[in-house]
């Protein structure tokens, strides 16, 4: 089972950028499915974007409505991250974001935005937009 930290968060003005990293341990990596999820104060912890498991780093990608077209989640085999880039940043992105790693395979959205399909999770890091 693969452990995950992420880092990268933030302050950044609305219509600004950040990129979110995720280094996950451990020797399998390429066997996981690769999400990140966010929790704003007072809601549940909603769904972001998702990257399938791959060998070659290059899975399908699956993607929030409210972040298609503005969010990019990518991942490095070799190097065992993730990476969430965000662009177009919105007051609304506010958020504690979570990166998440599942060992399953599917190949709809049906799976990737299930919380208990995932089953390490970091500690989160905080990413605000300011208005």
């Known amino acids: 089972q693969v452990q995950v930290v992420e880092s990268g968060g933030g302050l950044v003005q609305a219509g600004g950028s950040l990129r979110l990293s995720c280094a996950a341990s451990g020797r399998t990596f390429s066997n996981y499915a690769m999400g990140w999820f966010r929790q704003a104060p007072g809601k549940e912890r909603e769904f972001v974007a998702a990257?399938?498991?791959?060998?070659?780093?290059?899975?399908?990608?699956y993607y929030a409505d409210s972040v298609k077209g503005r969010f990019t989640i990518s991942r490095d085999n070799a190097k065992n991250m993730v990476y969430l880039q965000m662009n177009s940043l919105k007051p609304e992105d506010t958020s504690v974001y979570y990166c998440?790693?599942?060992?399953?395979?599917?190949?709809?959205?049906?799976?990737?935005?299930?919380?208990?399909?995932?089953?390490?999770w970091g500690q989160g890091t905080q990413v605000t937009v300011s208005s």
């Open positions: 998440a790693a599942g060992q399953f395979d599917c190949s709809g959205y049906g799976c990737y935005d299930r919380l208990l399909a995932y089953d390490s």
């Open positions: 990257i399938r498991r791959s060998r070659r780093s290059d899975g399908s990608t």
